[in-house]
């Protein structure tokens, strides 16, 4: 199977990439800027290439550099947070450049292939906040909840191209994403966390190579959360 990963240098990309190597996948890693993050894992046998998601004229230089896949996953993205009165329009334009309009350009360039050959898998990774809403992340919010209503249309329209679509809502994932984060906000976050702890890269990517594979074969349209009972 060949697999290409959006943002695969670091974090839960990064995992996804290497779970799908581990099952003996040919996978496809795209990044913007971890150029030694990139290195190190073209050694490991990923192949990767540097694509900024946002950027339309980039996505198809790679979609033709790549060819068809067999999956595709929507990972690659960035927060914001700060109160909504306070966001600048840069900021929500990069925002939604990399969240929404990335996964909108990656999708379009790969789903013809798809659609020819009649079968394909799209995972696309939202937020927990795609769905219940974060304080001071309204920007994020409504990108990650852009790829949920995504998810549930996209899936209708090509069940009939035996393409499945599907969406990840992860909670607090130990991650880069959230490096700013204080020991007294990760312990506060702890404690409002069934599972007491924050998510793994792994428990994501475990959930994305599942839905990637013949096991999940009848699920399509459906949006999984993985955050230890937080918000549920
Ligand atoms: P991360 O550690 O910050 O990694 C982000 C990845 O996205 C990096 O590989 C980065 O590549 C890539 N990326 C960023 N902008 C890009 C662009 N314009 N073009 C191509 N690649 C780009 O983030 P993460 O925590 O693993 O998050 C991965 C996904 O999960 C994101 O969509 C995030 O919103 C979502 N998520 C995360 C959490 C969490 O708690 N961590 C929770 C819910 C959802 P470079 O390093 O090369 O820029």
Redesign the pocket.
């Known amino acids: 199977m060949k697999i290409l990963v959006?943002?695969?240098?670091?974090?839960?990309?990064?995992e996804a990439a290497l779970a799908f190597l581990e099952k003996g996948c040919e996978v496809i890693g795209?990044?913007?800027?971890?150029?030694r993050?990139?290195d190190n894992l073209r050694k490991s046998g990923i192949a990767l290439y540097?694509?900024?998601?946002?950027?339309k004229t980039e996505v198809t230089r790679l979609a033709e550099s790549v060819g068809n896949i067999d999956v595709l996953v929507n990972?690659?993205?960035?927060?914001l947070r700060g109160l909504f009165q306070r966001v600048t329009e840069d900021e929500e334009k990069a925002l939604y450049?990399?969240?929404l309009f990335?996964t909108l350009n990656v999708t379009r360039a790969f789903l013809q292939g798809m659609i020819n050959n009649k079968r394909g898998v799209i995972i696309n990774?939202?937020?927990?906040?795609g769905e219940t809403g974060g304080s001071m992340e309204a920007d994020?919010s409504a990108s990650?909840a852009a790829l949920i209503g995504l998810t549930k249309a996209l899936a209708k329209e090509v069940g009939p191209s035996c393409i499945r679509v599907n969406c990840v809502?992860?909670?607090?994932?130990?991650?880069?994403?959230?490096a700013a984060l204080t020991i007294d906000e990760v312990r506060e976050l702890t404690e409002e966390i069934p599972l007491e702890s924050?998510?793994s890269?792994r428990s994501?990517a475990d959930m994305i190579t599942f839905l990637a594979s013949d096991e999940a074969s009848y699920i399509t349209g459906a949006v999984i959360r993985i955050d230890g009972g937080w918000k549920t």
Do not use: Q
């Open positions: 959006t943002g695969a240098t670091r974090g839960i990309g990064r795209v990044y913007a800027h971890s150029e993050e990139a540097k694509c900024d998601v946002s950027d990972n690659a993205g960035i927060s450049g990399v969240n990335g990774v939202s937020s927990v906040f994020y990650k809502t992860p909670g607090v994932i130990d991650t880069d994403m959230n924050l998510g890269p994501v």
